[in-house]
């Protein structure tokens, strides 16, 4: 007799109990910022003599530091302060993106410690050549983080394009098909470093883990852990964080917003077809409708800023073209998903206040709910917090937060 029930796990044993509770406690302690043992036990509903257990082996392996007294105001003597450590281990994240690339390295409480950014245009350039580039840029990360006492475990890249085991398998704006990036990587920085033990380096889209970094780090409004986010570039990536997950669909190529069609004659794309979004909205349509086509693509989008500051029509009419295409594409997500909110990120952010109203426009006339018209607050710009760099070094710590004991090293970390 067969049934459709999903396979029992087997049961866990004393070790693997342990190391699901170093977790708990260590997420607790870093969730908290600053909290007794007693704190912990409360939260996680352990008892303090097991709470103890777990704190001593999170010290001598680096995760935590304990430091000065904490009086609860109750009898009793005052408990030490658990914070987890700005020393061991820490995330790096290398966005690779069309006209730059952004390095960035995460500490356990999820502070950005390390941050190298270089502009550069990498269409046209061997993706050899491109990886190369961002691991010397990179092995300089790891040195500023290695002097602050950091030790980074893992590298996640985030880069614009369709991911899929460890491989781009297309990356348009690039010119970028079939990549093996995750081997190319490892093998530059691991050349760069000449270390014995190569750190493990792993891929995604950086759609994704920009909208994972405004989840995390992004202070959205209390209840908006379902989104769809949108990242302006030179390409437009898209996400969808349904409930605080995100949502790969089933290859893990969901939110390439960027190729919804707008019009099947309209121009034609990278990507092989004609009328997609980013033909209308991207970064170089924007310019070029602005007339900044001849501009750099970086001092562009500053320059497209200030103009529509001053109000120069042939830059607010820009924004406006952009906004209402982007609002048309963005309609049909919110009545496919139902999120809470929509975010724009990218070039987006700085230019919202001209893109925002035309985009509110088509949400209010083309949402079926009702629930969305100008100033509900449901589209709103990213946080300054997160980013495509920031989030993907936030998915290594993440690792090392779901299974510290596999990260430990010996001895206590200093303050």
Not at 126 to 150: C, F, T
Not at 219 to 248: D, M, N
Not at 259 to 270: I, T
Request: glycine letters at 12%.
């Amino acid at each position: 007799m067969s049934n459709h029930l999903t396979p029992l796990e087997p049961k866990a044993d004393k070790a693997t109990v342990r190391r699901h509770n170093l977790s708990l406690v260590l997420r607790a302690v870093r969730d908290a910022g600053e909290v007794t043992r007693a704190g912990v036990a409360a939260h996680v509903g352990l008892t303090r003599a097991a709470v103890s257990s777990l704190v001593e082996q999170l010290l001598e392996g680096g995760f935590l530091t304990e430091s000065g007294k904490t009086f609860s105001g109750q009898a009793g003597r005052p408990g030490t302060a658990l914070k987890v450590a700005r020393t061991g281990p820490a995330g790096l994240g290398v966005e690779i993106n069309i006209d730059y690339v952004a390095v960035c390295v995460v500490d356990l409480a999820g502070t950005d410690r390390v941050r190298l950014v270089e502009r550069l245009d990498n269409r046209g350039v061997p993706a050899a050549d491109v990886l190369a580039h961002a691991a010397r840029i990179a092995s300089r990360a790891l040195e500023s983080a290695a002097e602050q006492g950091l030790r980074p475990v893992g590298v996640e890249l985030a880069l614009p394009g369709l991911i899929s085991g460890g491989t781009v398998r297309q990356a348009p704006n690039l010119g970028w098909q079939r990549v093996a990036v995750e081997g190319l990587f490892a093998q530059a920085l691991s050349t760069l470093r000449r270390t014995e033990r190569a750190l493990p380096v792993s891929a995604d889209n950086e759609a994704n883990v920009a909208a994972l970094a405004e989840l995390w780090f992004g202070g959205a409004p209390e209840g908006a852990r379902t989104f769809v986010y949108v990242s302006g570039e030179i390409g437009i990536g898209g996400a969808l964080v349904l409930g605080g997950e995100l949502l790969r669909g089933a290859h893990g190529f969901a939110g390439e917003i960027g190729h919804v069609a707008v019009d099947q004659l309209g121009p034609l794309c990278r990507c092989g077809a004609h009328g997609c979004l980013e033909q209308y909205a991207g970064q170089a349509a924007l310019l070029k409708a602005a007339g900044l086509d001849d501009v750099a693509a970086g001092p562009g989008v500053a320059e497209l800023e200030r103009r529509a500051r001053r109000g120069d029509e042939r830059a607010v009419t820009a924004l406006e073209q952009a906004g209402q295409k982007l609002g048309l594409v963005l309609s049909g997500a919110v009545n496919l998903f139902d999120p809470d909110a929509v975010v724009l990120g990218g070039i987006y952010r700085e230019l919202m206040p001209w893109l925002a109203p035309a985009v509110d426009r088509e949400l209010t006339v083309r949402v079926v709910s009702g629930l969305w018209e100008p100033g509900s607050g449901r589209l709103r710009a990213s946080s300054s917090s997160g980013d495509a760099a920031r989030g993907a070094a936030a998915l290594v710590v993440r690792e090392v937060l779901a299974d510290p004991l596999a990260y430990a090293q010996h001895g206590k970390p200093t303050e």
